[in-house]
């Protein structure tokens, strides 16, 4: 078993934000919530974010429904 890791389009609006604000601030480093990992590192044609359900907590102060 792996670290579990919560999905975008659960997070986002958990946020109050868009999927695509979260992950532009993901990639531009101004919100951590896990890893971005870019095409080149994972040999596909999209980027993928791993969004930790701990640091969602960290920042919003609550647990995310389904990932206590």
Do not use: H
Request: net charge positive.
């Amino acid at each position: 078993t792996g670290v579990q890791t919560c999905a975008l389009p659960i997070s986002a609006p958990f946020l109050g934000l868009s999927a695509a604000a979260v992950r532009k601030y993901m990639r531009n480093g101004s919100m951590d919530l896990g890893m971005v990992l870019s095409p080149q590192k994972t040999g596909t044609k999209t980027w993928r974010y791993k969004i930790y359900p701990e640091k969602l907590k960290q920042i919003t102060g609550s647990s995310v429904p389904g990932y206590e």
